[in-house]
């Protein structure tokens, strides 16, 4: 089955930077995209930033030209650098890919158990 496992995750002050990472690993056919979603404590989840098989961007409005996602294809792997962190930014960040695991199953969603963010003031 497909796992996705983040890490990177911990305690930063306002203004540090942290780089997290997502493997996915198992059974991994196609990748059309892969990203971030972050949910703080009272709040719903979002988007934070995703990269489809293209290439292609997006950002939510909040932590553009400061967080950078990237990827590295070939080890199924995602990144997200943060930098300037903000009390705000504070949350539990969760992988996400949109795959599939043969080339007969569709396209699902495969989420990460979650890494913590606690940025200080």
């Known amino acids: 089955q497909v796992q996705l496992v983040e890490s990177g995750g911990g305690l930063v002050q306002a203004g540090g930077s942290l780089r997290l990472s997502c493997a996915a690993s198992g059974s991994i056919f196609s990748i059309n995209a892969m990203g971030w979603y972050r949910q703080a404590p009272g709040k719903q989840r979002e988007l934070v930033a995703i990269?489809?098989?293209?290439?292609?961007?997006n950002y939510v409005d909040s932590v553009r030209g400061r967080f950078t996602i990237s990827r590295d294809t070939p080890k199924s792997t995602v990144y997200l650098k943060m930098n300037s962190l903000k009390p705000e930014d504070t949350a539990v960040y969760y992988c996400?890919?949109?795959?599939?695991?043969?080339?007969?199953?569709?396209?699902?969603?495969?989420w990460g158990e979650g890494t913590l963010v606690t940025v200080s003031s």
């Open positions: 996400n890919a949109i795959l599939k695991s043969s080339g007969y199953s569709p396209w699902l969603n495969y």
């Open positions: 990269i489809s098989s293209g290439g292609s961007i």
